[in-house]
């Protein structure tokens, strides 16, 4: 009984530290009293700017990493056709209608891409929320997750530093720095 409420707290913590950032967690008392199996997993709460791709691959990424943890999840068709939009206004019916113990939502408040010619900056901020039946929060995790690179940060390895700038220009950096948060 005490390994499955390790279990569930912990999900979310090695979910984010997985990068190396420091994430901060927050546990509802009612946290214990609630043991999701059954997890929906909302669509993405993002900025406009972001492109779907780079969406569909953090979803991709949270769905495998939530499975990975052993929960069972609703199939994202069922939830896409539920969900018209990112605040799914409709959420109550995946609780009621599909069994679904829990609600997970990642939100996404910030994504900065700065490519200044000798260097890049880029960083994802979001949090990430467990809500319950009654639409309480029962646990979420703030995270950031950076990484910069290029001639500017590598200053005595130039070939390493005009290698990540000219990589940085693509999706795998993006999707790199995803894996990460």
């Given at each position: 009984m005490n390994v499955q409420r390790l279990s569930a707290a912990l999900f979310f913590f090695v979910l984010v530290t997985s990068g190396g950032c420091g994430p901060t967690l927050h546990l509802s008392p009612s946290f214990e009293k609630v043991k999701p199996v059954r997890l929906a997993v909302l669509p993405i709460k993002h900025p406009e700017t972001l492109r779907q791709q780079r969406i569909a691959y953090l979803e991709n990424t949270l769905l495998l990493a939530l499975k990975n943890e052993g929960y069972s999840l609703l199939d994202p068709a069922i939830v896409q056709r539920v969900c018209q939009s990112d605040e799914c206004e409709e959420r109550s019916a995946l609780l009621t209608d599909f069994d679904a113990d829990a609600l997970v939502q990642l939100d996404l408040?910030?994504?900065?891409?700065?490519?200044?010619?000798?260097?890049?900056?880029?960083?994802?901020?979001?949090?990430?929320?467990?809500?319950?039946?009654?639409?309480?929060?029962l646990a979420s995790v703030q995270h950031q997750e950076s990484e910069r690179g290029g001639i500017v940060f590598d200053s005595g390895q130039v070939i390493q530093g005009i290698r990540e700038q000219i990589e940085n220009n693509g999706d795998e950096a993006f999707n790199s720095l995803a894996q990460k948060f």
């Open positions: 408040n910030d994504i900065i891409r700065s490519n200044f010619g000798l260097g890049y900056y880029n960083t994802i901020v979001g949090t990430l929320r467990l809500n319950g039946p009654q639409g309480t929060t």
